[in-house]
């Protein structure tokens, strides 16, 4: 089992920056260093979909379209966190940002929903304009 605990959401205006972290305990030193993560996001009425995801050893990184160049995912095995740093914030960026876990051996940074089984609670942000 593991547990993932989201944090770092709030209110930012329009061009602002937030950084989540999502923390990993539980099984985390059989898990966490040999697994691929992600964040997810949801807004109201809408689909949960795919922002970023970055593989065990953080050599690879993937990203949407729409977040590319403005957020960067990062891993740090010595504490069991995955961080989401977020610039330059669009008010379509408003959602519920979710951390998620692979569910395979993370040698690749996917992006399907099915690919991941473990998820945090969720962190709001909200993004004004």
């Known amino acids: 089992q593991v547990q993932l605990v989201e944090s770092g959401g709030g209110l930012v205006q329009a061009g602002g920056s937030l950084r989540l972290s999502c923390v990993a305990s539980?099984?985390?030193?059989?898990?966490?260093?040999?697994?691929?993560f992600g964040w997810f996001r949801q807004a109201p009425g809408k689909e949960r979909e795919f922002v970023a995801s970055?593989?065990?050893?953080?050599?690879?990184?993937s990203y949407a379209d729409s977040v590319k160049d403005r957020f960067t995912i990062s891993k740090d095995n010595t504490k069991a966190t995955v961080y989401l740093q977020m610039n330059n914030l669009k008010p379509e960026d408003t959602a519920i940002y979710y951390c998620?876990?692979?569910?395979?051996?993370?040698?690749?940074?996917?992006?399907?929903?099915?690919?991941?089984?473990?998820w945090g609670q969720g962190t709001q942000v909200t993004v004004s304009s």
């Open positions: 998620t876990k692979s569910r395979q051996y993370g040698t690749t940074a996917y992006r399907a929903i099915e690919d991941f089984d473990y």
């Open positions: 539980g099984r985390t030193l059989n898990v966490f260093n040999v697994h691929s």
């Open positions: 970055i593989n065990w050893n953080g050599a690879s990184t």
